[in-house]
């Protein structure tokens, strides 16, 4: 079965620009320095200027920014450097959109399970938002692809064991069917909600 992906992480650039950045209306020295460098390429000394405003100043710019510096090192352990800033760029600025869901994201690569309570309160923070809803509904999709056709693990006597994941699949059905519902109701015109709703429908028959 093949898998569908969508735009994981919004960082189509290193650089951010500081107008983005909701809350915020200046900005540790540091920091500044750090976005310089990056207009510049110089991303050695650009991450060193923002662990510095860490240090200093603990700011949810300068989290977010090395966490993608991190991120694009392309290694495991830069991933989880870059997991560990992206929550606390989140946590520091939770009404910041983009803080929150490349956090999410990047969370669902390690547990897709943990990414679904995050996205849940972002529906909930950002009512007009479909975004989180259809982040939610490609994870129970394929939740659905993975188990629609298996019949039951385990036997009789491992009652723990001993259920049909054609059930785990349905509950999965409805709540993609759901969550893509509910990113339509945003936006009626949202083209992954339509086009992973309509798979949906696809992979199932309807």
């Not at 977010?64 to 992206?86: M, S």
């Amino acid at each position: 079965m093949s898998k569908l992906y969508y735009p994981v992480l919004i960082l189509s650039s290193i650089l951010l620009s500081v107008n983005t950045i909701k809350g915020q209306t200046a900005y540790p020295k540091e920091y500044e320095k750090g976005i310089a460098a990056l207009s510049e390429g110089k991303t050695g000394t650009a991450e060193k200027f923002f662990k510095e405003s860490i240090s200093s100043n603990k700011d949810a710019g300068s989290y977010y920014q090395l966490g993608k510096l991190q991120l694009n090192e392309g290694t495991h352990e830069g991933r989880n450097r870059a997991l560990d800033n992206f929550k606390q760029a989140a946590l520091r600025e939770p009404g910041n959109f983009n803080y929150r869901i490349d956090y999410c994201s990047i969370l669902e690569q390690f547990a897709s399970g943990m990414a679904i309570p995050e996205y849940e309160k972002m529906a909930e923070d950002f009512p007009n938002n479909p975004i989180p809803w259809v982040r939610m509904g490609h994870i129970y999709l394929n939740g659905y692809n993975d188990y629609k056709n298996s019949k039951k693990i385990g036997m009789e006597f491992e009652a723990l064991y001993d259920f049909k994941l054609k059930d785990v699949a349905r509950k999965d059905y409805l709540e993609a069917e759901r969550c893509f519902t509910e990113a339509l109701k945003r936006e009626p015109v949202n083209i992954e909600a339509l086009y992973y709703l309509g798979r949906l429908y696809e992979n199932s028959g309807n």
